[in-house]
Structure formats: C-alpha cells, structure tokens
C-alpha cells in the first residue's frame, strides 16, 4: 500500500482562510477585532522565528497582533505584570507566553496567571482540567490540528483503536484526551512502555510525539493505519541539514494508509490552530456562536 499524503501546508490555509473569514464578519456585524498577545522572554533564536511567524500570520487573518519583547533577565513580577495588563485589556482575546521561559522563571506560575478565557494555548491548569472532564475549554493547538485532520480523513473516528507514542502535557496527553472525546480506544505509550512496537501495530490511528529522529518504522505500523507525525527533528544526512519526523517516511508510507510528512504535516497546523483559539476566545468573550469547526 502507498500511503496518502495528508497535506497540512494546504490543511492549514484551509483553516487561516475560515479563521479569516471569522474575523471578517465579526468586523464587519459586530465592530470587533480580535487581538492576539504574544509574550517573548529572552532572545532564543527558534522562538523568535515562531513569534515572528505567529505575529505575521495574525495579522494576514486581520486580526490584531501585539508583541511584548522582554529582556532576558526580566523578573517575575515585571512579568506577571505584563500578562496581568494583558488580561485585563479588552482588546486582547488570546495570550501566549512563549515558551521555553529563561530558567529563573516559573513556567507553572506565568501561565496558570493567564486568564484561562485568554489562554489560546490551552496551557492553563484550569483548560487542562475541562479538557480531561471533556467540558468546553481552550485546546492545546498541536493536538487540535491532529484532531482536525484526523477528523477530515475519517469522519468519524469513534471505536478505532488509536496509540499516542509520548506524554507531554503539551502534546501526548491532551492528543489522548480529544481522541477519547472522539470516542477512539486509547494508549498512552512513552519511553518505559513495555513492546512498544506490539503496542504501535495494533493501532487503527498513530500519533508520534517523541522527539526522536525516525523512531517509528515502517514494519511497526499497521497496514492501512492513519499515522500522525508530531515530531520536529533537525538531523544532518549526506553533509546537509534535514528536518525529519519520529516515523521513518519512506518505509511507514509504505504501509500506511495515510501519514502526514515532516515538513508539510502538523507543523503549519500548530498556528492555524492558534488563530482559530484566538477567534474561538472572541466570540466566546463577546457571548457570540462560536465559528464551526474550529473547535474540539
Ligand atoms: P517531550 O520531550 O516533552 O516528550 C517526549 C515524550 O516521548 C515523553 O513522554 C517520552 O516518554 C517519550 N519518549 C521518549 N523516548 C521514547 C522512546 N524511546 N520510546 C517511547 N517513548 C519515548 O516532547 P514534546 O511532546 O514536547 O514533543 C514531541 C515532538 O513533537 C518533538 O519532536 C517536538 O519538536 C515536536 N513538536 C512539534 C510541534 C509542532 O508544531 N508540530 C509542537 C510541539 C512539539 P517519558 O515521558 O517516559 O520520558
């Protein structure tokens, strides 16, 4: 079997051209902008490339962006200050703190300080809460993009047996509870997960986010399995720089029915996913519908 290509690149403008299409009419019906704050701590060179792109892409949707850039050394007060202001300003709809935070500062404590309806990453203890509960909540971007395009291929997902390789609190575990809410069979598996490939072939749906280079081979996968690809590798091959997935493409594509690539996968998912939390929290905010499809 060769696997289809699920193409996030495309996915992912499909739903930038939804969001927008959201924020045109709440402009346009309502007189409402809705504006997304992004909080920088420090200099690291790939957060600065994701706050770019994040703020770039906010404002091709027409909605607001606003950047807070702050010095390495920021204190904790200076920065509970910010977001502090930051909630309480009507104009903005969705925080993000960009994380990894400078080491002095206590990650748990900024973003629990976010007003959870501001919470676009869906971070915040409370979100984390609703999420397990299966209430409405704010949901991590990476997992909802998986969801959404696992949703797109399948329909529905209900009774399909589904393994989450890796346990983040920012990928595995929430990928685990929106696939419950779609009614699939779940396994968590992670790094003392005993026969980990035994665990991987029985699944209908895989979804990898472990954080190492082609873990996952071809003969793990069940033949026709839906295989979600998380990870973001950057290996050097043949003396050039390669982004890679944790699923070795070329022998997984092989049997799977369908598989997302690195790059083109979840990847440009992950910030369409932040500007539909973004309109999401509006309307909410506003007591308006809230856009469909958009959500978990
Ligand atoms: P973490 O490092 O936080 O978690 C990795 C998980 O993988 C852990 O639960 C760990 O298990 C598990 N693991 C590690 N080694 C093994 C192994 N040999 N066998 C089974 N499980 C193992 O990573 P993240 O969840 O933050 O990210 C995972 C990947 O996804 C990374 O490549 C990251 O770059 C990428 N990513 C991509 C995003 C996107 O936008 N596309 C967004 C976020 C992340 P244990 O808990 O037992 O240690």
């Known amino acids: 079997m060769t696997a289809q290509i699920i193409n996030g690149k495309a996915f992912a403008g499909t739903v930038r051209e939804k969001v927008a299409g959201h924020v045109a009419r709440l402009k ?23 706050v770019r792109s994040k703020g770039k ?17 920021t204190s904790e007060e200076d920065l509970l200050a ?51 509960t299966g209430q409405k909540s704010m949901v991590p971007c990476t997992p909802l993009g998986c969801l959404m395009m696992l949703r797109d291929h399948h ?29 699939c069979t779940v396994t968590i598996a992670h790094s003392r997960t005993k026969d ?10 895989v979804v990898a986010a472990v954080g190492r280079p082609e873990m996952v081979p071809g ?10 690809d998380v990870g973001i590798n950057r290996i050097e091959r043949d003396g050039k720089n390669k982004l890679v997935g944790d699923v070795d493409f070329a022998s997984a594509s092989e049997r799977a029915g369908a598989i997302t690539p690195v790059p083109g996968g979840v990847g440009p998912m992950t910030i369409a996913c932040l500007l539909a939390n973004t309109v999401t929290a509006c ?9 469909e499809g958009l959500t978990a």
């Open 283 to 291: 309307c909410r905010a506003n007591g308006l519908a809230e856009p």
């Open 155 to 183: 329909g529905s997902l209900s009774g399909l047996d589904a393994v989450v390789v890796g346990r983040s609190n920012i990928v595995g575990k929430p990928m685990a509870q929106l696939l419950l809410g779609d009614s």
């Open 219 to 228: 003969d793990w996968i069940k033949e026709g399995a839906t295989v979600i």
């Open 82 to 132: 910010v977001v502090d202001q930051l909630n309480n300003d009507p104009d903005i709809h969705g925080i993000l703190v960009q994380l990894p935070l400078p080491g002095h500062l206590n990650e748990d404590l900024v973003i629990n300080s976010i007003d959870p309806a501001k919470d676009v990453d869906g971070f915040h203890i409370s979100n984390v809460g609703l999420l397990g």
């Open 28 to 50: 346009e019906e309502h007189g409402i902008t809705p504006g997304l704050a992004v909080v920088l701590v420090g200099e690291d060179p790939a957060s600065q490339v994701y």
């Open 57 to 73: 892409q906010t404002v091709e949707v027409g909605m607001k962006s606003v950047e807070h850039k702050l010095d390495a050394d």
């Open 196 to 205: 980990l490939p035994d665990v991987v072939r029985r699944a209908d749906i």
